[in-house]
């Protein structure tokens, strides 16, 4: 494949931001310090209603304040551990990747920075979960036992690219949300939310960046087909990462119904769902993703809207489409 200069100059600086700023999980966050301390009494550990799919329902609102601490420690060490989970598939996948890529590739080096990464992400994640003292599952049952073969969609690298920001950003997205809100959260979480988003913004590039190169060479059926499967893996990976297992809804008592209009059936968690994709939806109208059937897949998943304007955009009152 023939790499052009901006795309090499692009990868060039990403591999340079990695090498000049980066975290280590055990260097960069003094795990033992007073402010750091895990009180699971915390009130700061109550789901926010504006962000939390399920600290937006009544149901969760109602609860006396004991119990909604109990049941927000455990979520948010579960999407810590969900995260982690993403991570591995990740690290796995781009591997097989890399690995294939012929000698004096570019990607290379940025891929293999993004692993290193990512494997102190699981390192910081674990160690936060460890020290919440839950003993969370992670994932949906089913999704944690096909996961292990996730990564064999790196075969089609621009279908597992999909994958990788289809994960990275509602995960971004709802950090960013949970930072914006500053000290109404444990000093632990902050830290290490801030240090995610500050890698994250490399590697959400790299899969934007990425996904333009590769996509603008792919003949017309294949990008047919990419811009089908972009919304469904978007729409699916979302579910994967935000929803809790089942676990979490036997343990706390949650009833069913709840946990269907939390995940997503209410208007409230649907545009919550709406917003984590405006960066998406950008991406997909610039690179050529956009056309009357793809626009009706992401409309039938309820994930249709504004793109946004630049990057990280704040989210506006979405609407969907028209
Ligand atoms: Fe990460
Ligand atoms: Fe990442």
């Not at 293999?112 to 674990?126: A, D, R």
């Not at 597992?160 to 990275?168: P, T, W």
């Not at 979490?248 to 008592?253: D, E, L, N, Y």
């Not at 769902?273 to 009357?292: K, Q, S, T």
Request: hydrophobic content about 40%; some cysteine; proline content about 7%.
């Amino acid at each position: 494949m023939i790499i052009d200069q901006e795309y090499r100059d692009v990868l060039r600086t990403l591999s340079e931001g990695s090498v000049n700023r980066r975290f280590d999980p055990y260097l960069d966050i003094d795990w033992d310090s007073a402010d750091y301390q895990i009180d699971p009494k915390d009130p700061r550990w109550i789901l926010p209603d504006d962000c939390d799919p399920l600290g937006a329902h009544p149901w969760y609102q109602a609860l006396p304040e004991e119990r909604k601490i109990e049941i927000g420690l455990w979520r948010v060490a579960n999407i810590q551990k969900v995260g982690l989970q993403f991570e591995s598939v990740l690290i796995r996948g781009m591997m097989q990747y890399a690995m294939r890529l012929p000698n004096q590739t570019p990607e290379f080096r940025y891929c293999l920075h993004e692993m290193t990464e990512e494997c102190n992400h699981i390192q910081m994640f674990q160690e936060l979960v460890n020290r919440t003292g839950q003993d969370v599952p992670g994932m949906r049952a089913d999704y944690r036992a096909t996961s292990h073969f996730w990564h064999l969609g790196a075969y089609l690298p621009v279908i597992f690219f999909i994958g990788i920001l289809a994960g990275e950003e509602p995960i971004d997205h709802f950090q960013k949300d949970v930072v914006r809100r500053g000290d109404d959260r444990p000093a632990a979480l902050l830290r290490t939310m801030q240090i995610h988003i500050a890698e994250e913004a490399r590697h959400i590039s790299f899969a934007h960046r990425f996904l333009r190169e590769h996509v603008k060479r792919q003949t017309k059926p294949g990008k047919a087909v990419t811009s089908i499967a972009y919304p469904v893996i978007m729409r699916w990976l979302a579910g994967a990462i935000m929803a809790p297992p089942r676990d979490m809804a036997k343990k706390f008592g949650i009833p069913r119904q709840v946990m269907r209009e939390a995940f997503w059936s209410s208007p409230k968690s649907q545009e919550m769902m709406r917003n984590y994709f405006g960066d998406v939806r950008m991406l997909a109208e610039e690179i050529g993703l956009m056309n009357p059937a793809s626009r009706a897949v992401w409309k039938k998943l309820g994930i249709d809207g504004e793109p946004s304007r630049y990057r990280g955009e704040p989210h506006r009152a979405a609407r969907p489409a028209a």
